[in-house]
């Protein structure tokens, strides 16, 4: 089935700091969403009718993205839409820039720059056979539901799930998904949630304890201590 990325890199990082966009720090001398689009590329040939759209804030272009291209559009069919204002809204833009035959769209994020290859293939044959799915890790840590600095219950974890990206469904089912968000106001934080929504099928597909989403500096750190491992080579 015929794929576009949606590799969204326009948020700001405020929870991080810094005057760097968070998807343009540096990883190893390599931004996150180089290292991410790199990684994604080995899962999905961008060579072989599947493209990448990298949703970027425009304001980053020139400064920040402007390096990187070069070594982006190498990876094969690479292109930009512009960010919007919404999660949501920056999705619409990216598969506006995609080809309309498209029968899959991933959704990722820049910030998770060490992407599970076998993994995201895995998720790709979920889509597929259900109609959306995403990479999650089950929670293994006990939960506390708390309010005003102290616990009020303790929450069972049985089934629950930490969500990652990729995220994957069928465009047909997250056109739909959208329209039906629009007209009922509801803004999801990650995007299958849009196909819960309709009452959609989503399957789980386990992802990697490596793909973790780089919010705070220390995340930084580990991203770089992983990446130095060798530990990738088995995801």
């Not at 506006?96 to 994020?109: G, I, K, N, R």
């Not at 799930?161 to 047909?172: G, M, S, Y």
Request: net charge neutral.
């Amino acid at each position: 089935m015929k794929v576009a990325i949606l590799l969204l890199a326009a948020g700001r990082g405020t929870r991080f700091g810094g005057s760097v966009p968070k998807a343009y720090l540096p990883l190893a001398g390599v931004p996150l969403v180089q290292h991410a689009a790199e990684r994604l590329a080995r899962a999905v040939d961008l060579r072989a009718g599947h493209h990448l759209v990298l949703v970027a804030h425009p304001d980053d272009w020139a400064t920040w993205l402007s390096p990187a291209w070069p070594a982006l559009q190498a990876l094969g069919d690479v292109r930009l839409a512009h960010g919007g204002d919404t999660r949501q809204q920056s999705m619409a833009n990216g598969l506006a820039a995609a080809d309309p035959d498209v029968e899959l769209v991933l959704v990722h994020d820049a910030a998770r720059a060490l992407v599970p290859i076998a993994a995201t293939r895995k998720c790709l044959a979920a889509a597929a056979a259900h109609g959306a799915a995403l990479l999650a890790l089950p929670a293994n840590d006990t939960l506390k539901r708390v309010a005003n600095g102290l616990v009020t219950t303790t929450v069972d974890r049985t089934g629950i799930w930490q969500a990652q990206t990729p995220q994957i469904v069928r465009k047909d089912l997250l056109l739909r998904a959208f329209a039906h968000a629009a007209a009922t106001g509801f803004a999801g934080t990650d995007d299958v949630s849009l196909v819960e929504q309709l009452g959609a099928e989503v399957a789980v597909v386990e992802g990697s304890p490596y793909n973790l989403k780089v919010t705070h500096p220390p995340d930084l750190a580990l991203a770089a201590a992983i990446l130095g491992s060798g530990l990738l080579d088995q995801a």
